[in-house]
C-alpha cells in the first residue's frame, strides 16, 4: 500500500513539474510567434528572466532575417531606454549571442561594453535616440544558401544625417543557426513597404 502510495506521489509530482516546463515553452513560443518581443520585452528578459532570453534568442537565430530585427531591436533598447549598469550589460551580452566567433575576437566584451556605454552616453547628451527600422528581403549567397546580405534602415527621433542611417548586414549559417558577421553603413536605398 506504501508503495503504490509513493508511485502515485511520485507520478503527480512528474505530472505537475511536466505541465509547468510546458508552460514555460509556450511562454517562449509565445514571444516569437506573436512578435511580442519589444524593447520592454527584452528589457525585463534580461533583468529577471536571461535564460528563457536566450532560449528565444536561439530560436530566432533560425532565420537571417530574425537575427537583424533582434540586433535592431537591441540597438532600439540600447538607444532609446533608460538602462542601468547590469541592465545595460546583460543586453549587450544577449546580442552578442548572435555575433560570430570570429566578430567576438575582435570585439572582447568588456571592450564592446564600455564603447558602447560611451556611445549611448554621448547620444543621451545629444538627445538622440533610435525609434524605430526597417529590415529589406534577405538575399541569400554561398553554394548551400549558408550566407546571407541584408539591408536595414534605422530612424533616429533627430534629423541628424536626415535622421536615417542604413546598413548592410552580412550573416552566416552555422549548424542551422545565423550569425552576424559584420556590418557597413552603406549607401540610401529604397526600403520595401515605405
Given at each position: 500500500?506504501?508503495?503504490?502510495i509513493a508511485?502515485?506521489l511520485?507520478?503527480?509530482?512528474?505530472?505537475i513539474?511536466?505541465?509547468?516546463?510546458?508552460?514555460?515553452?509556450?511562454k517562449?513560443d509565445?514571444?516569437i510567434?506573436?512578435?511580442?518581443?519589444?524593447?520592454?520585452t527584452l528589457?525585463?528578459?534580461?533583468r529577471?528572466?536571461?535564460?528563457?532570453?536566450?532560449?528565444?534568442?536561439s530560436?530566432?537565430?533560425?532565420?537571417?532575417?530574425?537575427?537583424?530585427?533582434?540586433?535592431?531591436?537591441?540597438?532600439?533598447?540600447?538607444?532609446?531606454?533608460?538602462?542601468?549598469?547590469?541592465?545595460?550589460?546583460?543586453?549587450?551580452q544577449s546580442q552578442?549571442?548572435?555575433?560570430?566567433?570570429?566578430?567576438?575576437?575582435?570585439?572582447?566584451?568588456?571592450?564592446?561594453?564600455?564603447?558602447s556605454?560611451a556611445?549611448?552616453?554621448?547620444?543621451?547628451q545629444?538627445?538622440i535616440?533610435?525609434?524605430?527600422?526597417s529590415?529589406?528581403a534577405?538575399?541569400?549567397k554561398?553554394?548551400?544558401?549558408?550566407?546571407?546580405?541584408?539591408k536595414?534602415?534605422?530612424?533616429?527621433?533627430?534629423p541628424?544625417?536626415?535622421?536615417?542611417i542604413?546598413?548592410?548586414?552580412?550573416?552566416?549559417?552555422?549548424?542551422?543557426l545565423w550569425?552576424?558577421?559584420?556590418?557597413k553603413q552603406?549607401?540610401?536605398?529604397?526600403v520595401?513597404?515605405?
Amino acid at each position: 500500500m506504501r508503495k503504490t502510495i509513493a508511485i502515485l506521489l511520485l507520478i503527480i509530482i512528474g505530472g505537475i513539474f511536466y505541465l509547468y516546463m510546458d508552460s514555460m515553452g509556450d511562454k517562449t513560443d509565445e514571444i516569437i510567434n506573436k512578435n511580442d518581443l519589444t524593447t520592454d520585452t527584452l528589457v525585463e528578459l534580461a533583468r529577471n528572466d536571461y535564460d528563457t532570453l536566450c532560449e528565444i534568442i536561439s530560436e530566432l537565430q533560425e532565420s537571417p532575417d530574425q537575427v537583424v530585427k533582434f540586433y535592431a531591436l537591441v540597438t532600439k533598447a540600447l538607444y532609446s531606454r533608460d538602462l542601468n549598469e547590469d541592465e545595460l550589460k546583460k543586453i549587450i551580452q544577449s546580442q552578442r549571442r548572435i555575433f560570430h566567433q570570429e566578430l567576438l575576437k575582435e570585439n572582447p566584451e568588456e571592450q564592446h561594453i564600455s564603447r558602447s556605454a560611451a556611445l549611448i552616453q554621448q547620444a543621451k547628451q545629444e538627445d538622440i535616440k533610435f525609434v524605430d527600422y526597417s529590415i529589406n528581403a534577405t538575399e541569400f549567397k554561398g553554394e548551400s544558401n549558408d550566407k546571407a546580405r541584408i539591408k536595414a534602415v534605422f530612424y533616429r527621433n533627430k534629423p541628424v544625417d536626415g535622421g536615417k542611417i542604413y546598413q548592410e548586414f552580412l550573416l552566416h549559417q552555422e549548424s542551422s543557426l545565423w550569425y552576424i558577421i559584420g556590418w557597413k553603413q552603406i549607401e540610401e536605398f529604397s526600403v520595401v513597404g515605405e
